[in-house]
């Protein structure tokens, strides 16, 4: 069953913007995991893109970044064959442990596109029932 679904668009110039003002240093390290912060050549896109996807995994919680959901707690990554996924950590994990009834178990399906100007993500949490 779904149980919540988020959906974002971020756009490029501004996370460039951002980047480049006194506040980039305030901005990548309360919204990004150490894992996550980078050197990238193209670091707007890299940065847009997980802005994008844990506002929209926050939207799927079901709070956006309150009740203890951070920015830092989703954490964006890419298995081997390429395709995004998110781990959740603090607050995050917490929300998702609370919203997913007894007997099932969370899964978290997201997508990422993007354009010049734009990333779009979005974020279903699914409650998958444990085979008896």
């Given at each position: 069953?779904?149980?919540g679904?988020?959906?974002?668009?971020?756009?490029v110039?501004?996370?460039?913007?951002?980047?480049?003002?006194?506040?980039?240093?305030?901005?990548?390290k309360?919204?990004?995991?150490?894992?996550?912060?980078?050197?990238?050549?193209?670091?707007a896109?890299?940065?847009?893109?997980?802005?994008?996807?844990?506002?929209?995994c926050?939207k799927?919680?079901?709070?956006?970044?309150?009740?203890?959901?951070?920015?830092?707690?989703?954490?964006?990554?890419?298995?081997?064959?390429?395709?995004?996924?998110?781990?959740?950590?603090?607050?995050?994990s917490?929300?998702?442990?609370a919203?997913?009834?007894?007997?099932?178990?969370?899964?978290?399906?997201?997508?990422i596109?993007?354009d010049?100007?734009?990333?779009a993500?979005?974020?279903?949490?699914?409650?998958?029932?444990?085979?008896?």
């Open positions: 069953m779904i149980i679904i988020g959906i974002d668009l971020c756009n110039s501004r996370i460039k913007d951002i980047l480049k003002r006194s506040i980039r240093e305030r901005f990548i309360n919204n990004f995991s150490q894992e996550e912060i980078t050197e990238d050549t193209n670091e896109v890299y940065y847009a893109k997980r802005f994008a996807i844990k506002e929209a926050a799927a919680l079901g709070t956006g970044f309150d009740n203890n959901v951070r920015p830092k707690d989703i954490v964006l990554f890419y298995n081997t064959s390429g395709a995004p996924e998110i781990k959740l950590f603090g607050g995050a917490n929300r998702l442990s919203i997913v009834p007894n007997n099932y178990r969370p899964s978290i399906i997201a997508s596109t993007k010049k100007k734009t990333v993500a979005a974020v279903i949490i699914q409650a998958i029932k444990y085979d008896k």
